[in-house]
Nanobody
Framework: VQLQASGGGLVQAGGSLRLSCAASGRTFSRYDMGWFRQTPGKERLLVAESSWSGGRSNYADSVKGRFAISRDNAKNTVYLQMDSLEPEDTAVYYC??????????WGQGTQVTVSS
């Protein structure tokens, strides 16, 4: 599966953004999907993940209550709704698909910048 992330940008603190990740291929619905973020010099961290059906999701503690992951398997797309953004949320955001137990497939990343 190939992934294309979009929707990043510059927003003021307290604002919202919605990231999208469009997948190619007919097997999108079989994958658990996730959103990660990375800042310079730091490791890439999982922010949110969704089961293949969308029935189960998990979040990093730092974004719980502010971010929501969702997916539309008919559109081969996973979303990350980000509300109440904070400057600490500034990062490059990546979507990924889990194949088995590993995050094997990655999008190209989209920059999110939150100004104070």
């Amino acid at each position: 599966v190939q992934l294309q992330a979009s929707g990043g940008g510059l927003v003021q603190a307290g604002g919202s953004l919605r990231l999208s990740c469009a997948a190619s291929g007919r097997t999108f619905s079989r994958y658990d999907m996730g959103w990660f973020r990375q800042t310079p010099g730091k490791e890439r961290l999982l922010v949110a993940e969704s089961s293949w059906s969308g029935g189960r999701s998990n979040y990093a503690d730092s974004v719980k209550g502010r971010f929501a992951i969702s997916r539309d398997n008919a559109k081969n797309t996973v979303y990350l709704q980000m509300d109440s953004l904070e400057p600490e949320d500034t990062a490059v955001y990546y979507c990924a698909a889990k194949d088995g137990t590993l995050w094997r497939h990655w999008g190209q990343g989209t920059q999110v910048t939150v100004s104070s």
